[in-house]
């Protein structure tokens, strides 16, 4: 069967899919106006727990798995909520993968799309948006259009990621995908101070290698002022050795030593899934006894975030905290995107006015000219995200937002953006300012008069 790309997949799957379409079309349908809206997905990767009341559920499990991977054209037509970990365990099977594959297995590519997802490959092919080629999508309106940069939907093809699920939701994307080798051979590279360290950044955006390693993938870990790594991969016919770090080894210390490393493809992807970077800490799983003990198969960002989830809910750290006469402690969990030039001022400011480590620092830059009007990266610039996650004690008097609104100001001064999957504290006049309010109200009017979706500044914001 060809499907709507004209590639030949299986009919079974194409079937199963345009039913889904159907059914989520007339579900849609039957909300009543006026009702909240809520895609009923088992994982989620946002960090915003406010509860948020009543709302319809809509059914997208018909949209969870990849209906055809092409090897010809390198390219694969993917339902929407599908896993990156299903979406990588379907095109490694090709040697194949997608151009960026975020590390966190249940992202899914529609929510990396919308939500902008970015890992080590993001410096050489950019965000995963950009090797989008075609999207369907229900919009708020309760149409489905397919979407590409040169259609009469362009504009909501491009002012799609960073919305949140606001404009519609993505059931199936066309997306293209790389060849990849067996291995990948990692060095990490030292340095002493946040300047070195982000004139080594720029050094392999200019040449794509640094040290004579080739830079397939780059990202680092600051632990502290003095010292951080750029680990630096390249793909690998073969291994002199292969380490494994889903068992009792923890990614993250090994940065510090040995320099060099190996991972198979697969091992590499996942890297920081099994420790959820080093946010596993507080559950004991990277103590040496409670690992043993600890199951394999639960050993994933997924089993965190739902004890995470649970903690929130029923407020138990924060009642212990209350209980030992402890301070009252505010989540800086973020993502947000320095121009290269201005990160080690970042990494200054954040070391003496919120001290978290150790932080994640991924280079990435536009894979092309394009641009995308709701999160507007400047074409040829080199950015860093630096991600960091965690709670810190509020000082006596302060309140929710104290950390939050420092960062959120000084990544405003240095010429950067946040990503919006945690809290945020913007105004609405300085949210629009940085977010395109005029080009979003355009599309909102466009493909969702009715305003049957929530809109970006109350989802991320004011948490609804
Ligand atoms: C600790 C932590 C670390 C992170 N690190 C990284 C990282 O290193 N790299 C990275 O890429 N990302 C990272 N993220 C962010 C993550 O990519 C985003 O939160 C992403 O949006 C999550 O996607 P999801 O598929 O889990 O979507 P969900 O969490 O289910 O949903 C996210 C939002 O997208 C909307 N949405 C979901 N699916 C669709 C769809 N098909 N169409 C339209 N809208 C949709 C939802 O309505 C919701 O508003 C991190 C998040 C956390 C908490």
């Known amino acids: 069967m060809t499907d709507v790309t004209g590639m030949t997949g299986s009919d079974a799957p194409m079937a199963d899919y345009r039913a889904g379409v159907a059914r989520l079309q007339r579900a849609y349908a039957a909300i009543p106006p006026g009702s909240p809206v809520r895609l009923a997905k088992r994982t989620s990767n946002l960090f915003r727990f406010r509860d948020a009341g009543p709302s319809a559920q809509l059914d997208v499990s018909a949209f969870a798995r990849v209906l055809c991977v092409d090897p010809g054209s390198r390219t694969a037509f993917v339902g929407g909520m599908t896993t990156y970990e299903d979406l990588a365990d379907a095109t490694l099977r090709h040697g194949l993968m997608p151009l960026v594959v ?11 799309v919308t939500g902008l997802g970015i890992e080590s490959t993001s410096l050489r ?36 990621p960073n919305s949140y699920g606001t404009l519609g939701y993505a059931l199936a994307l066309t997306i293209e995908l790389e060849p990849v080798s067996p291995f990948v051979h990692l060095r990490h590279f030292r340095f002493d101070t946040p300047e070195a360290c982000m004139e080594a950044v720029a050094q392999i955006a200019r040449d794509g290698s640094l040290g004579g390693h080739r830079a397939d993938f780059v990202d680092g870990t600051a632990f502290s002022l003095d010292e951080m790594y750029l680990t630096v991969g390249a793909f690998s016919d073969v291994a002199p050795w292969l380490s494994d770090y889903t068992r009792e080894r923890v990614y993250y210390r090994s940065i510090r030593g040995p320099k060099e490393d190996f991972l198979t493809i697969g091992d590499y992807l996942w890297r920081w899934d099994t420790d959820w970077f080093w946010c596993s800490r507080p559950f004991g799983v990277q103590n040496p006894v409670i690992r043993r003990a600890w199951p394999r198969r639960y050993r994933r960002s997924d089993t965190y975030r739902k004890l995470v989830a649970l903690d929130r809910r029923y407020r138990l750290s924060a009642a212990l905290n209350a209980r030992r006469g402890r301070p009252p402690h505010e989540d800086v969990i973020q993502d947000v995107e320095i121009p290269v030039e201005r990160g080690a001022e970042f990494l200054r400011f954040f070391a003496g006015r919120v ?67 945690s809290t945020s504290f913007y105004t609405e006049q300085e949210f629009w300012a940085l977010y395109n309010g005029t080009e979003y109200a355009a599309l909102k009017r466009d493909y969702d008069p009715e305003g049957r979706l929530a809109g970006l500044y109350e989802k991320c914001v004011r948490g609804k």
């Open 125 to 160: 092919s950019g965000m995963p948006h950009e090797s989008v080629t075609e999207m369907e999508i229900l919009t708020g309106d309760g149409r489905v259009v397919t979407a590409s940069d040169t259609n009469e939907h362009a504009a909501l093809y491009r002012g799609f």
């Open 355 to 421: 001290g978290m480590s150790p932080v994640w620092m991924c280079p990435l830059r536009l894979r092309g000219e394009r641009t995308w009007p709701l999160y507007p990266l400047r074409p040829g610039q080199a950015y860093v995200n630096f991600g960091f996650w965690g709670t810190v004690a509020l000082p006596p008097g302060a309140a929710d937002g104290h950390y939050n609104r420092q960062v959120e100001d000084q990544v405003t001064a240095l010429g950067g953006h946040k990503g919006l999957y």
């Open 102 to 112: 975020p590390q966190l297995k249940t992202i899914t590519l529609g929510g990396a």
